[in-house]
């Protein structure tokens, strides 16, 4: 069966939840507003204008699950994903993910952001599948370091072509939803690309390539 692909923040909600994961924590006093604030800035700008430095940036994404006991990680998790993540779930996107799963198509999100953010959002959403880059375990505590490649950019590619491995699909008659630039080595790798809310330079490349585009935002489409 087809699978349909879904980048997750800024395509499937309205937001980053990388980004308000941190900000969810600096409200609650676990994470320095104001070191956060600095050093998420740099890396957002960098992420723009596509030269982040996934490692360093994931060190810095990664620290607060390395410091804080697990239990504790979990319980503030419930409590982002009702806080910060159902109100910009977008309705559209739920329509788009229900209509590929009444064609029968296998539902698959891949993100850069890390699988213990992503992973009830995933579920939020009844997709079954998710990639994900990945926090490593110790004795049943985070270390702050990514396990095995990161799904970002040319590593969603690889993650990607790991799972379809593993599972046997392939990509005959994919589809991928994306709003990033980042995301053009994926994007260039199925057989039906779609930009989703694009960033200017993936909006660009998709009227050049002739690649659809569509908003999921009802202030968009308004």
Known sequence: MPLAIFDLDNTLIAGDS????????????VVDGDEYDRLNERFYRDY????????????????PLRENDPTDLIAWRRAFI???????????ALDLVERHRRCGDELLIITATNAFVTAPIAA???????????????EGRFTGEVAGIPSFREGKVARL????????????????????HNDLPLLERVAH???VDPDPTLA?????RGWPSLSLRPEVLA
Do not use: N
């Open 124 to 138: 939020r959403f009844g997709i079954p599948h998710l990639i994900a880059t990945l926090p490593e375990q110790v």
């Open 18 to 29: 990388d980004y308000l994961w941190g900000r969810f924590l600096v409200a609650r006093g």
């Open 82 to 92: 009702e806080e910060m993540i159902e109100p910009i779930i977008l309705p559209a």
């Open 193 to 195: 690309p779609v930009a």
């Open 48 to 63: 723009r204008e596509g030269r982040l430095d996934i490692m360093a940036f994931l060190r810095f994404a990664l620290r």
């Open 204 to 208: 660009a490349e998709a009227y050049a």
């Open 161 to 180: 072509e790991q799972w379809l491995a593993e599972t046997g699909h392939d990509l005959a008659g994919s589809h991928f939803y994306s709003d990033s």
